[in-house]
């Protein structure tokens, strides 16, 4: 019981403090040039990474308390270039990133769970109606 009501306060604490985090983390993301959104799709949560003119989409593993699982195994190959494995600096930088975004609304734990693989996500966007391209026309940042 006491947990929860732990898990309450801190999640209401993290509300209050949210927009000022986030808008300091899109500045960021402006200035060292890439890119993160949260893409909501029916009930479901993805996370879009942009690098120069690379892209990665993770499902977002969320709880009711906006703590975040992400799978270290997501960040191995980029979604475009298709296939194309991230190499060592790639991927610390980009889940640093990834886990600095998230860590606007919650806790992340970082594991080793089994993941979609890039044609699934991308198939799960399109039959929710979430033109992939179309992303990169919208706001820059938070959404």
Known sequence: M???????????????????RLTQ???EQKKE???IKLINGYGRHFIL?????KRLILDNQGTWDNNTTLSSKALEY??????????????ERAKNRIIKFLSCWGDVIL???PVRTVNEIV?????????????????????
């Open 49 to 53: 990474y942009r690098e120069d003119n």
């Open 111 to 113: 594991d080793n769970l």
């Open 78 to 91: 980029w979604c475009e270039p298709r296939g194309e494995k991230l190499s060592e600096i790639e991927c």
């Open 123 to 143: 198939a799960d966007l399109n039959s929710r109606g979430i033109d992939l391209h179309k992303l990169e026309d919208t706001n820059y940042g938070h959404s």
């Open 2 to 20: 006491f947990t929860k009501i732990k898990r309450v306060l801190r999640f209401t604490g993290r509300q209050i403090s949210l927009n000022r």
């Open 25 to 27: 983390e899109e500045l």
């Open 33 to 35: 040039g890439y890119q």
